[in-house]
């Protein structure tokens, strides 16, 4: 074995066909991706509501890049905390109707601040098995003790509280990333009561597209406690970038005190903060948008019916279509771009070996005719 095998180590990622390629993308983010000089119907992205490439979102970062310039220059507790962030912060703790918000560059970062900041050594993170990387990562750099749970399964989240050491802390994603499916977050807080635990819900999936106007999981369940932790992340439904967490105005101060990829990384340009303004309140005022949504997954559902493959159960705008094999999902993803559209195949360790997956992204942004596409596209597809 040598440090420099990584022709070998690429190698042997092909063979299980697991060698990711990027393609490089010629249209801004939405429905119609332009690759290497092809257009292609995109259901790949994250922008479930179409606010990536919304004027009104592009000109408040015109303008606040005007305004503002465009770097912080420093970290947030030393001097980039600009009015923007401020501002920012105060809108989504009003939005969210927690306490206090507290703005982070991205969600893998926010993430990574939190875990460790509730739970150390001597302590017990408690992490459904099909939480994001993110959350995964965070847990193992808390240095607690990590017991990763059955997905979904309240007893053996209730096990597994009933013998933690130390101070407890719940982690679930709110939609999980892959499945398209909720925690069962009323059940899960009950939990966490119970057993004087904490709760922490990323809501990567979930924000801007559940629940009252867009305010997430929390709202849909209709739940409010000072034992939630909410992160929300703002590169997907709010089409910006960035990410905020929420709770209990101490719960948040002492994240700001302690977590280290909070303190140690400069703030994000403040025009990105004007940018998520405008994003926040087209969400606010969405609900055509997420009706749209509800529309064009109700349309995928009646045509997944007549479907070799099972299309999961999800109330949101992840719709995943499991294929099984490796190669298998490779092949459909293929067979879907040459008839123009793009449904990235989804393969290990993203999910379980044996359950790799088209997932397909639903956004307000698409048309009817564009769900038209995808579904004879799939149905053709199947028929092959
Ligand atoms: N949590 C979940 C559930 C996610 O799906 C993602 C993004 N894929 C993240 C966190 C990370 O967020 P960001 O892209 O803002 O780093």
């Known amino acids: 074995m040598s ?12 063979e299980q066909d697991l060698l990711r390629t990027r393609a490089v993308l010629d249209a801004p983010c939405g429905p119609h991706a332009e690759v290497d000089g092809q257009r292609l119907l995109s259901f790949a992205g994250n922008d479930y509501l179409g606010l990536a490439a919304h004027p009104e979102v592009v000109e408040a970062l015109r303008e606040g890049a005007a305004r503002w310039g465009v770097g912080a220059g420093a970290s947030h507790l030393v001097s980039g905390h600009q009015r923007p962030h401020e501002e920012l912060e105060q809108a989504f703790a009003r939005f969210t109707g927690l306490p206090r918000a507290l703005f982070f560059s991205t969600g893998y970062m926010a993430n990574l601040a939190v875990l460790p900041a ?3 050594r001597g302590d017990t993170v408690i992490a459904d098995r099909l939480n994001h990387a993110s959350l995964v990562d965070a847990a ?5 003790t990590v017991r990763r749970v059955p ?20 982690v679930v994603d709110g939609v999980f990333s892959m499945d398209g499916d909720l925690a069962p977050l009323p059940g899960l807080l ?6 004087d635990a904490l709760l922490v ?16 999981v929390l709202s849909h369940f209709g739940l409010a406690s000072p034992r939630i932790v909410y992160v929300g992340t703002l590169g997907k439904a709010a089409g910006v970038a960035g990410a ?3 709770g209990d105005a101490d719960a948040i101060e002492w994240l700001m005190q302690t977590g280290r990829s909070y303190r140690y990384t400069t703030a994000a340009p403040p025009a990105l903060a004007c940018a998520l303004q405008a994003s926040l309140r087209l969400i606010e005022v969405g609900d055509a948008l997420r009706a749209r949504l509800a529309g064009h997954r109700a349309q995928l559902a009646a045509a997944a019916a007549t479907l070799r493959w099972p299309l999961l159960p999800s109330d949101t705008a992840i719709q995943p279509v499991v294929v099984g094999g490796n190669a298998d999902a490779l092949a459909l993803s293929a067979a879907l771009r040459r008839r123009g559209l793009w449904v990235p195949a989804i393969r290990p360790p993203t999910v379980p070996a044996g359950s790799a997956r088209l997932r397909i992204s639903l956004s307000a942004a698409h048309t009817g005719t564009d769900l038209d596409a995808l579904c004879s596209a799939l149905q053709e597809a199947s028929d092959d």
Do not use: I, M, P, Y
């Open 3 to 14: 440090a420099l095998d990584f022709r070998a180590r690429l190698a042997a990622l092909a």
């Open 118 to 120: 509730l739970a150390g």
């Open 140 to 144: 193992l750099l808390s240095r607690a």
């Open 151 to 170: 997905h979904v399964d309240l007893t053996a989240f209730e096990r597994a509280l009933a013998s933690a050491d130390g101070r407890k802390v719940v």
């Open 190 to 195: 009950a939990l966490c009561e119970r057993h």
């Open 201 to 216: 819900v990323d809501d990567a999936h979930g924000f801007g597209v559940l629940g009252a106007q867009g305010r997430g």
């Open 244 to 246: 905020f967490v929420a």
